[in-house]
């Protein structure tokens, strides 16, 4: 597997997720940012911040094989969630938990940011996901 992640020693831990991520290889994959849209467009979990990084991950994964790599191929994950408040951690974690058996996303997670903005690409989206991987 091209991709290592660790925490050295000293870094702030517990986080549930590695502070840094080393990967070989020649194929950098970039997976622009995912919503929870359908194929078709439609919105899905309106108003569910759980429901909606859910499937959102689940686009993102989409999007991964679509260029031959799984969740074990990425380095880096980015969030961004509207309205960011401390009160909304529970649901966002609750959102990532219920799809990471399924999409086979690591424990812990690839070095992420979770970013808050006021809003993004239409009034209903509550969360977007970008995705960077290295394959050989």
């Known amino acids: 597997m091209p991709v290592e992640l ?6 702030f831990q517990p986080v549930p997720y590695h502070h840094v991520s080393v990967a070989t290889g020649s194929r950098h994959v ?11 467009g439609r919105g899905v979990a309106p ?11 689940r686009n993102t994964a989409r999007g991964l094989a679509g260029a031959g790599a799984t969740f074990a191929d990425v ?9 960011w408040t401390p009160d909304k951690y529970d649901a966002f974690v609750a959102g990532l938990e ?10 812990p997670l690839p070095p ?4 808050g903005v006021d809003y993004l690409f239409e009034p209903d989206v509550l ?5 960077y991987a290295v394959l050989d």
Do not use: K, Y
Request: proline share 4%; no cysteine; charged share 20%.
């Open 30 to 40: 970039h997976v622009a940012g995912q919503i929870a849209r359908d194929e078709l």
């Open 127 to 131: 969360v977007e996901v970008e995705a």
């Open 98 to 107: 219920s799809v990471v058996d399924e999409l086979g996303i690591p424990q």
């Open 47 to 57: 108003g569910d911040l759980a429901g909606q990084l859910a499937h959102a991950l």
């Open 112 to 115: 992420l940011s979770a970013i």
């Open 75 to 83: 380095v880096r994950l980015r969030f961004f969630v509207t309205n």
């Open 6 to 11: 660790l925490t050295p020693d000293g870094m």
